[in-house]
Nanobody, 122 residues
Framework: VQLQASGGGLVQPGGSLRLSCAAS????????IGWFRQAPGKEREGVAC????????YYSDSVKGRFTISIDNFEDTVYLQMNSLKPEDTAVYYC????????????????WGQGTQVTVSS
């Protein structure tokens, strides 16, 4: 049972990145999935969550309108499309499976990806 996050990198302000979170050894159909981020010196925060029940999506105020979470159930992969990136989006991004989305955060987590670094800088 493993989640593999990828897609991070260095991008200029205003640019875009797409993060991927691939599940292996289990099926994502029965889990809610969230993306978190943690910037240096700051607490980890949930940025987006997608419900497996109905596909509803939830976002933190700081990313709403710029980030999009989606899932490919055939590939068992969750994506986070990040547009109009800002320097304050710089962080390590993690994906996690769980049971329930509370606002923009997946809860009762069951598995975590290893994290992928996103750096927004000119």
């Amino acid at each position: 049972v493993q989640l593999q996050a990828s897609g991070g990198g260095l991008v200029q302000p205003g640019g875009s990145l797409r993060l991927s979170c691939a599940a292996s050894g289990f099926n994502l159909d029965y889990y809610d999935i969230g993306w978190f981020r943690q910037a240096p010196g700051k607490e980890r925060e949930g940025v987006a969550c997608i419900s497996s029940q109905d596909g509803s999506t939830y976002y933190s105020d700081s990313v709403k309108g710029r980030f999009t979470i989606s899932i490919d159930n055939f590939e068992d992969t969750v994506y986070l499309q990040m547009n109009s990136l800002k320097p304050e989006d710089t962080a390590v991004y993690y994906c996690a499976t769980g049971v329930g989305c509370v606002r923009n955060t997946v809860i009762r987590t069951t598995a975590w990806g290893q994290g992928t670094q996103v750096t927004v800088s000119s």
